[in-house]
């Protein structure tokens, strides 16, 4: 198992599944949810709208599953993250959860390679260190925990200072590549 950081454009890169920090509409936004949509094109949407009729979208923390349209990679996994309001609302454990249904979802789908941004850190307002803590623990554990089929996770990160917390807060827990 590899877990690897990278400073990219989410949709650039080259896995069976990357992850979309979407809203509970899953009708697209701006950030990465809006560069997936952009560049992914209608198949996503419309697949989203069938998803969203049948369940009415996705709550916080949860997630969900699309084909991937015109991206490189052959899924895309929406999952939502909490707006940051200081703590009290279980923002903690509901970006967790983020990754860790995700990562269920990425099993069920036998996924070999899953890309995440760093889920609610733009527009939401998550503070980016303790995002980057959640982030890693909580994909560490599932992984020590659960049988996977995955054995190579990126995390993208598009600011330098995200890149720089997830290459410091790994750095000792595993061999980065
Ligand atoms: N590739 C990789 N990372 C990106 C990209 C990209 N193309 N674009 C942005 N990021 P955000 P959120 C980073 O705001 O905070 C949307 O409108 C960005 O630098 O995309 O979870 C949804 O519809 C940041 O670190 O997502 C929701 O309404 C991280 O991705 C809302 O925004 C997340 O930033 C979700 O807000």
Redesign the pocket.
Known sequence: MKIEVCS????NIEVDGIVN???TSLL?????????HRKGGIEILEECKKIRSRQGGCKVGEAVYTVAGNLPSNYVIHTV?PVWSGGINKEKELLSLCYTNSLKIANQLQLKSIAF??????????P?PLAAEIAISSVINFLEKENTSLIKVYF????QE?EQLYRDNLRGRIELT
């Open positions: 990219a454009d989410i949709t920090a979407a809203n697209g936004g701006s950030g990465v949810d809006g560069a997936i993250g941004p760093n889920i609610s850190t733009g527009i939401y307002k998550f980016k993208v990160c598009l600011d995200n």
